[in-house]
């Protein structure tokens, strides 16, 4: 059974930092590309940043510079680390084994102006 577990999330002023972690098991991690998304009320899902299994990272234009994903295949866990936060970061971020359903239950992040 796949699972996805996010953590990390949380209260932030702008420009401070959050970073948010994700377990899987039940895949094969260290062979799985994988993914950050974030939504917010009334907008579909949108991709923030991706890692592939040779740890190859594609951004979104919005958080270019500001976010860097990466991936401990010994602790099977992707990572998204946040810096320079906006209040428009604001969304419930979810992680994705991608190219699949599997999606984790999504971690809150929330910035304050």
């Known amino acids: 059974q796949v699972q996805l577990a996010e953590s990390g999330g949380g209260l932030v002023q702008a420009g401070g930092s959050l970073r948010l972690s994700c377990a899987a098991s039940?895949?094969?991690?260290?062979?799985?590309?994988m993914g950050w998304y974030r939504q917010t009320p009334g907008k579909q899902r949108e991709l923030v940043a991706t890692?592939?299994?040779?740890?190859?990272?594609n951004y979104a234009e919005s958080v270019k510079g500001r976010f860097t994903i990466s991936r401990d295949n010994t602790k099977r866990t992707v990572y998204l680390q946040m810096n320079s936060l906006k209040p428009e970061d604001t969304a419930v971020y979810y992680c994705?084994?991608?190219?699949?359903?599997?999606w984790g239950q999504g971690t809150q992040v929330t910035v304050s102006s």
């Open positions: 994705n084994v991608m190219r699949t359903n599997y």
């Open positions: 039940g895949i094969f991690f260290s062979v799985a590309a």
């Open positions: 890692i592939s299994r040779n740890r190859t990272t």
